[in-house]
């Protein structure tokens, strides 16, 4: 079994930045697929970026590339999305997600291809 654990969420003015991270235990997680999701309210929760486990390739939402950077420290079991640039609507709470299965096999944008949550973290962008 697989926990996950944000941290880093907070207030911050438009134009500046956050670093999210992503604590795993529970399991080998180097071999899990990561990815973060954000949910704003009264809003579906959205794919936000994800990296793979097999050749560490990235992908992103079109909306935060270029200003949202994830990361992986398989030593460390965490995952990191660095977020610059950020934007009232970049508001949500930021949820990471670990898939036990390969990206070349599913849709890493999508919620059901993932298997395990964390609990989320509150990300507030003022204008």
């Known amino acids: 079994q697989v926990q996950l654990v944000e941290s880093g969420g907070g207030l911050v003015q438009a134009g500046g930045s956050l670093r999210l991270s992503c604590a795993a235990s529970?399991?080998?997680?180097?071999?899990?697929?990561m990815g973060w999701f954000r949910q704003a309210a009264g809003k579906e929760r959205e794919f936000v970026a994800a990296?793979?486990?097999?050749?560490?390739?990235?992908y992103y939402l079109d909306s935060v590339k270029g200003r949202f950077t994830i990361s992986r420290d398989n030593a460390k079991n965490t995952v990191y999305l660095q977020m610059n640039s950020l934007k009232p609507e970049d508001t949500a709470v930021y949820y990471c997600?670990?898939?036990?299965?390969?990206?070349?096999?599913?849709?890493?944008?999508?919620?059901?291809?993932?298997?395990?949550w964390g609990q989320g973290t509150q990300v507030t962008v003022s204008s």
């Open positions: 997600a670990a898939a036990t299965k390969s990206f070349y096999y599913i849709n890493y944008a999508l919620t059901i291809a993932y298997d395990y």
């Open positions: 529970g399991h080998t997680f180097s071999n899990y697929g």
């Open positions: 990296i793979s486990w097999s050749d560490g390739r990235t």
